[in-house]
């Protein structure tokens, strides 16, 4: 880790000495390359977020337990634009016992919040799809309310070769 | 102009949990990234969609800029009675999309009756 970082410090700086001898001549285009990398790096070293952080907006008090929550997302996504994301609650989803809400909370976008989901007891199974972006590799956290006001988590390691955020596509 | 495409099975029966997949044609600009001239991209992605279903609200998404581009969704249903199935999903530009969407469901006993 400490390795790594050093190691991308140094080529940044490389990268930004490099540009700027090279760049002289044109002051504008060069300068508009410096932001694009600027935030790139910003992107890229985007800090890991706490658990705690993660789920402090939608839990107040309540009691977080992990499991019953089934979680399948690739081991290894190759584009980061496009992760697909399932999950499967344990909930019989009568007028008793249902799913409220699902948050899906990844650790290093820039906007923690992937998506939330609103379910009753008329949907019949809490079960969901749906294709995330992730800007890195990260734990992505499912979050589900039930209806007597607990918490459900759980968590799932993403490693992406290609985050999504940093290039045009 | 954004649209839709719903996916459902082909036969639905009272009582049945049924699966539906929609899939809404839209671009999700997250404000991150920059176009080929190097332009910031305005943010611009579906704030809230919704099914409604018989005058209630039966499913309900809130994507960010963390969905994907042309967002897919599946979720359940469990079968009541036919109805029209209506989706209305609105983005940060203020356009709103809707698709209306007839639904069959027949009836339990008529399943359940044996064949000639």
């Not at chain 1, 935030?39 to 019953?68: H, N």
């Not at chain 1, 399948?72 to 344990?90: E, I, R």
């Not at chain 2, 996916?7 to 929609?22: C, H, N, S, T």
């Not at chain 2, 579906?46 to 967002?71: M, W, Y």
Request: charged share 20%; glycine share 8%.
């Amino acid at each position: 880790m400490l390795f790594s970082l050093s190691r991308r410090d140094c080529l940044s700086r490389f990268l930004k000495a490099s540009v700027g001898v090279w760049g002289m001549g044109s002051g504008m285009s060069h300068a508009q390359d410096m932001s694009v990398l600027g935030r790139v790096q910003d992107m890229t070293d985007a800090r890991l977020r706490q658990f705690d952080e993660m789920i402090a907006p939608y839990v107040v008090r309540q009691p977080v337990k992990q499991g019953g929550i089934t979680l399948s997302l690739p081991m290894l996504a190759d584009n980061g634009h496009l992760v697909p994301l399932s999950l499967k609650v344990d909930s019989p989803m009568t007028e008793e016992s249902h799913v409220t809400h699902i948050y899906v909370i990844s650790q290093r976008n820039p906007v923690p919040l992937m998506a939330m989901f609103v379910l009753g007891p008329w949907n019949g199974r809490a079960e969901l799809s749906m294709r995330v972006r992730l800007s890195g590799t990260q734990m992505v956290v499912v979050l589900a309310r039930m209806s007597d006001g607990t918490f459900r988590y759980e968590t799932q390691e993403v490693v992406v070769t290609e985050a999504a955020c940093i290039d045009n596509g | 102009m954004t649209t839709a495409r719903l996916q459902l099975p082909a036969r639905i029966v009272e009582g049945d949990v049924f699966k539906l997949r929609l899939l809404v044609q839209h671009p999700m600009d997250s404000g991150f990234l920059r176009d080929l001239e190097g332009v910031l991209v305005k943010r611009n992605v579906i704030r809230h969609l919704q099914c409604i279903f018989h005058d209630k609200e039966v499913f309900r998404v809130e994507p960010t800029t963390g969905t994907s581009a042309n967002p897919l969704f599946e979720f359940y249903l469990r079968a009541t009675k036919s109805g029209e199935l209506y989706f209305r999903w609105v983005d940060d530009k203020g356009y709103i999309g809707e698709l209306r969407q007839k639904l069959v469901i027949e009836p339990a006993n008529q399943s359940k009756a044996p064949k000639p």
